[in-house]
């Protein structure tokens, strides 16, 4: 939605594929789609100029084998599914845009991460591996290719921050576990941008790290949160406290608050892009001015 409108300001068509109709209102062309079979939707690919994919379960959940299973395939059968159909159509977009995730580095506890690091152990890294490389093996040669693994996105709608801003509220935003965990991130607006770049620029290619230049420890971000949102104190959650609160209360998955990543895009740095939102204190204040 927040892309669409962003898109539409650009004077683009924009049709959305998924299986329900977004809230809100704007101009673009809704199209359902079971993110598993081509269907009649495959005809909107025929000519246009970018496709961008996003589809994927939430990981804000509790691991259960079931809902792992759910967020490999949700990725990788959509990504697929969408190289068959641009197998049907007669001209395929010329770029297409695909989501993947910061966390394939894993958690390293202190190593900054870029484009050129180790990929990490675990569900989240084997999942993004897999999603890469049901693309690399779904798109077309023609077609130029951007791969953006992709930060923790705040925005002033929906999502973890606001998850994080309401323990802010209730005087519980202090820091989780030890905080010292890196907390990688970016404003919706330089991920908007980065997305249109990727769309726009035709020398943008391969694979880039979508993340603001300074990532943040745990603490420091949940102390930023507290001062854009006027919370003077904020009670800090131990280890022990999150392991049974967050599937117990919060119906997440602890570790996604105890660990972390810190990682900087070498890539977009060398290739000049400026983001509008570089410091986590000037993008909080940004999304809770009012």
């Not at 598993?36 to 939707?41: A, H, L, V």
Request: aromatic letters at 8%; proline letters at 6%; glycine letters at 8%.
């Amino acid at each position: 939605m927040n892309l669409a409108r962003f898109l539409e300001n650009h004077q683009c068509d924009v049709v959305l594929l998924s299986r329900t109709r977004p809230q809100g209102t704007g101009h673009w062309t809704h199209v359902t789609w079971d993110a598993r079979t081509p269907g009649d939707w495959v005809t909107h690919l025929n000519g246009a100029t970018a496709l961008v994919n996003l589809t994927g379960r939430t990981v804000d959940c509790i691991k259960t084998p079931d809902h792992c299973d759910e967020i490999l395939r949700s990725r990788v059968e959509s990504t697929m599914v969408l190289g068959q159909a641009l197998k049907l159509v007669e001209q395929p977009p010329k770029v297409w845009v695909q989501m993947s995730t910061a966390h394939i580095y894993g958690d390293p506890p202190e190593l900054i991460c870029d484009e050129e690091s180790a990929l990490g152990y675990g569900l989240a890294p084997i999942v993004a591996r897999a999603w890469e490389a049901a693309y690399a093996q779904s798109v077309l040669p023609e077609i130029r290719q951007v791969i953006l693994r992709t930060s923790f996105v705040i925005g002033s709608a929906g999502g973890a921050l606001q998850r994080l801003a309401f323990l802010v509220r209730m005087g519980l935003g202090g820091k989780v576990g030890h905080g010292r965990q890196g907390i990688s991130w970016i404003h919706e607006h330089d991920m908007n941008r980065l997305f249109w770049r990727a769309i726009s620029d035709e020398s943008m290619q391969g694979i880039y790290l979508a993340t603001a230049p300074n990532p943040v420890s745990n603490a420091e971000f949940m102390r930023a949160l507290r001062k854009a949102l006027k919370m003077p104190i904020g009670l800090p959650a131990y280890e022990w406290m999150v392991r049974i609160g967050a599937p117990l209360f919060m119906r997440t998955d602890p570790e996604l608050g105890l660990y972390g990543r810190y990682c900087i895009s070498k890539r977009l740095k060398e290739e000049g892009f400026s983001f509008e939102h570089p410091d986590v204190e000037s993008a909080l204040r940004n999304l809770y001015r009012k």
